[in-house]
């Protein structure tokens, strides 16, 4: 989906910029999402570039909007480069509902927040990140279009030789994350019909680039000579530049249900 790239990726601002960089589907998704954007969890992996794809799409569309990214950012460092391209940051906590009240009012919403990294021996707090965070962020925006970051693992384990997951499959998750994600889904789904909110879920594997992810992490593992565990031999991955693309070319489509 992303247009034609180098051959190697030098610097950081580089690689920065090809994670960012808008396809014409996203430029015409932006022009078909009118209003401000906001997107909750931000200061992740996938959000910086995220919300600079679409700054850099409403440049291309010659949209004016605001942008605004919210997240604890528990790492100052990570939020002056957001200030610094023109996106308005909030700092705070999803999980106090005073906090929620007080975010800006707009017609969309990207919600990147959750509970992964660290979830096991804290599930009570996975729980809460994943299941009960949803329905306050769909309380306070009940009237805007909701983009949902979910996961492929709400599917379970297929055959390696077989076409794959797709989503009409029923879900099948293995643990508490992807139990809790599944649980992210449905109350996403019901104040989708309760509230009449229009709506699309993302169910996304394993975003990566080049300074993290498997791919990543394979690499060093061989550079390094170290033993690679071939317990599981296969892995679901996605460019991050494409994810970002297809996450924000499904602005426009959000129905209820």
């Not at 910029?17 to 909750?40: C, F, M, N």
């Amino acid at each position: 989906m992303t247009s034609a790239y180098p051959e190697t990726i030098n610097e950081l601002e580089q690689l920065d910029e090809l994670l960012s960089r808008p396809t014409p589907q996203v430029v015409e998704a932006l022009q078909k999402t009118p209003g401000d954007i906001i997107l909750l969890g931000t200061a992740g992996k996938m959000g910086p570039t995220l919300a600079r794809m679409i700054l850099r799409g409403d440049e291309a569309a010659g949209i004016k909007r605001r942008v605004i990214g919210v997240s604890r950012f528990s790492d100052e460092a990570s939020r002056q480069p957001l200030e610094d391209l023109g996106i308005e940051t909030i700092k705070g906590d999803l999980l106090d509902s005073d906090f929620i009240s007080s975010l800006p009012d707009v017609p969309n919403v990207i919600y990147m927040a959750g509970m992964k990294f660290g979830a096991t021996g804290n599930e009570s707090l996975t729980w809460a990140m994943n299941t009960y965070l949803p329905a306050l962020v769909c309380n306070n925006y009940r009237n805007s279009r909701i983009t949902a970051f979910s996961t492929g693992n709400i599917y379970g384990l297929v055959p390696a030789t077989s076409r794959g997951s797709v989503e009409t499959d029923k879900p099948n998750p293995i643990g508490e994350y992807a139990m809790s994600c599944l649980g992210r889904e449905r109350m996403f789904e019901h104040f989708s019909r309760t509230l009449n909110i229009p709506m699309t879920i993302i169910r996304l594997n394993y975003a990566t680039e080049c300074r993290y992810g498997v791919l990543v992490d394979l690499a060093l593992q061989v550079y390094h000579e170290q033993t690679i565990d071939l317990s599981m031999g296969y892995v679901n991955v996605i460019w991050q530049g494409d994810a970002n693309a297809m996450t924000l070319c499904s602005l426009p489509d959000g129905a209820s249900p």
